[in-house]
């Protein structure tokens, strides 16, 4: 599968770039500094610069590719919108899949989260706008958008399972998953499309 990795030198870009060439992919990363795709050199994989924010460099990017796996985030210095820029950027130039990267307790998995999530995520301000916006943009064009509880460090679990909406487990606080296990699970949904168009919430077993 040709496998395109948005913001591939981030903490979870980097576990899917590693974990896709692992699984045999050939594998697109995209960064906006690539020297920063720190994982061994690979004849399946390419380093390729490119901003989210500049919709005619991602459609360079993302030619040919099957599908993109997404681990875009708000990085320090980005300001609100780089999230909502890089979905219409990768929606611009038409991949056949994407599987984006979201938060828990945001948008569609609010009311599952509970009150106090909720409360907290508030504090985000126009970044949780952004969050919500780009992650609407994507579902809208069929895409999966993963909804994953605090970050943790560790391996993927064996035992992970990916789960829709309902049946979330009800918590005060969202389980912690490891960023490892987070990209498994979007490698897995990229393999075996379990949930087009919808929330999915890994979790570590």
Not at 104 to 117: D, L, V
Not at 162 to 190: H, I, Q, Y
């Amino acid at each position: 599968m040709n496998i395109t990795v948005l913001a591939a030198s981030g903490a979870v870009g980097l576990a899917l770039t590693r974990q896709a060439l692992e699984r045999g992919h050939t594998v697109t990363a995209v960064a906006r500094t690539p020297a920063r795709v720190t994982v061994p050199d690979s004849p399946r994989l390419t380093r390729v610069a490119a901003d989210v924010r500049d919709p005619a460099g991602i459609a360079q990017a993302l030619r040919g590719s099957e599908i993109v796996l997404s681990g875009l985030g708000i990085a320090k210095g980005d300001g609100p919108g780089a999230l909502t820029a890089g979905s219409r950027a990768v929606l611009d130039a038409h991949p056949g899949r994407i599987i984006w990267l979201g938060a828990y307790g945001t948008g569609p998995s609010a009311r599952a989260a509970g009150f106090a999530t909720r409360t907290l995520l508030r504090a985000m301000g126009a970044e949780l706008t952004d969050k919500i916006s780009a992650d609407a943009a994507v579902l809208a064009a069929g895409g999966t958008v993963f909804h994953s509880g605090p970050f943790a460090n560790g391996p993927a679990s064996t035992s992970r399972r990916t789960v829709g909406l309902a049946e979330t487990p009800r918590r005060f606080f969202p389980a912690r998953v490891s960023r490892e296990t987070v990209a498994a699970a979007m490698l897995d949904e990229a393999q075996t499309p379990r949930f087009p168009g919808q929330i999915a919430v890994p979790l570590e077993h």
